[in-house]
């Protein structure tokens, strides 16, 4: 069984900075792309950034500049590094990743549970 376990959520002040984590456990043979969404309340989960097995990544433009996504293959982890967070960056963050488990024939798509964050003066 795989899973994703994200950590680093919080609550910030506007123009702070935070680093969520998310790493990947269980019976893993590969992992293609991973990814960060979030959903605020009201509103249908979305894209905020994505990194591909080689690298490659992209970005909502609405956290394009402030926002860093990275990950180390070593520890199966992806991170988010999080500057001059907004007031609209409010909202519960995602880990996903297309993993092909050692017991599956094909790629499949998982999610952490999420992560709360939190920006306000």
């Known amino acids: 069984q795989v899973q994703l376990v994200e950590s680093g959520g919080g609550l910030v002040q506007p123009g702070g900075s935070l680093r969520l984590s998310c790493a990947a456990s269980g019976s893993i043979f590969s992992i293609a792309a991973m990814a960060w969404y979030r959903q605020a309340p009201g509103t249908e989960r979305e894209l905020v950034a994505r990194?591909?097995?080689?690298?490659?990544?992209n970005y909502a433009d609405s956290v394009k500049g402030r926002f860093t996504i990275s990950r180390d293959n070593a520890k199966n982890t992806v991170y988010l590094q999080m500057n001059s967070l907004k007031p609209d960056d409010t909202a519960v963050y995602y880990c996903n990743a297309l993993i092909k488990s050692s017991n599956g024939p094909r790629f499949a798509d998982y999610w952490g549970q999420g992560t709360q964050v939190t920006v306000s003066s």
């Open positions: 990194i591909t097995s080689g690298g490659v990544t």
